[in-house]
């Protein structure tokens, strides 16, 4: 099946830092989609994204789909604390007909 | 309203317990989903709704049961489940579930806070 690799798998930085986390595959995906998820909680989307090449912000959070549609990238910028959860990348592909989840990028944010 | 709303929040079972998940979502959206979820690792897919038709079952035990009485509502049945089940089971919704369609707005799915299930 098809499979994410989502790097890094975890993160520790200084309130203030700015921050960037990926995800590749092998595959080509028509979506993706980056959530944040907190403990005790689903899932929240942050960014979906569409389009080979788009680049799409969301207050200090800015997503790409890279240019081959087999990856993409999420940065935030000057973190804070409450940043603090598990994010995730999903890969939508049509003849797949679902998504595909990385394994999540765990950031811990340093007040 | 983006709202996914899903009870019991907790849930503690016995093996030889029958007992029933809830989702709901009043957005308009045609597809369901039903995810299993272990500790720091992502959502994996059990069920896939379509206009309240069963779309995807990924290989899942028959000790799980969905049900999909309209297109607001979304129940998984539980019945002789092992301690190996015990999970955050996630419900998401989405507008639409169609393979052949472009990528769009269309697959946001929008995940509801879970059910936390212990099996004793």
């Known amino acids: 099946g098809q499979q994410l690799n989502q790097s890094p798998q975890s993160m520790f930085i200084q309130e203030g830092e700015d921050v960037s986390m990926n995800c590749t595959s092998s595959s080509i995906f028509n979506t993706w989609l980056w959530y944040k998820q907190e403990p005790g909680e689903g899932p929240v989307l942050l960014i979906a994204?569409?389009?080979?090449?788009e680049l799409t912000s969301n207050g200090r959070l800015t997503a790409q789909f890279g240019i081959t549609r087999k990856d993409s990238f999420l940065n935030i910028s000057a973190s804070i604390p409450s940043d603090v959860g598990i994010y995730f990348c999903a890969g939508y592909n049509t003849n797949a007909g679902k998504s595909t989840f990385g394994d999540g990028t765990t950031l811990t944010v340093k007040p | 309203d983006t709202e996914v709303t899903q009870t019991p929040k907790h849930l503690v079972m016995g093996m030889t317990n029958k007992k029933s998940l809830k989702c709901e979502q009043h957005m308009g959206h045609r597809a369901m989903y039903w995810y299993k979820q272990k500790a720091k690792k992502p959502p994996e897919l059990m069920f896939v709704?379509?206009?309240?038709?069963?779309?995807i079952n990924e290989s899942v035990p028959s000790r799980f049961s969905p049900e999909c009485p309209n297109s607001s509502l979304l129940n998984l049945h539980l019945h002789a489940l092992q301690p190996e089940d015990s999970a955050l089971y996630l419900c998401?919704?989405?507008?639409?579930?169609?393979?052949?369609?472009?990528?769009?707005?269309?697959?946001?799915?929008?995940f509801g806070p879970g059910t936390r299930l212990t099996v004793t």
């Open positions: 709704y379509s206009y309240e038709k069963l779309s």
């Open positions: 994204l569409y389009k080979a090449g």
């Open positions: 998401a919704s989405s507008r639409s579930f169609y393979p052949g369609l472009a990528g769009g707005p269309s697959y946001e799915q929008y």
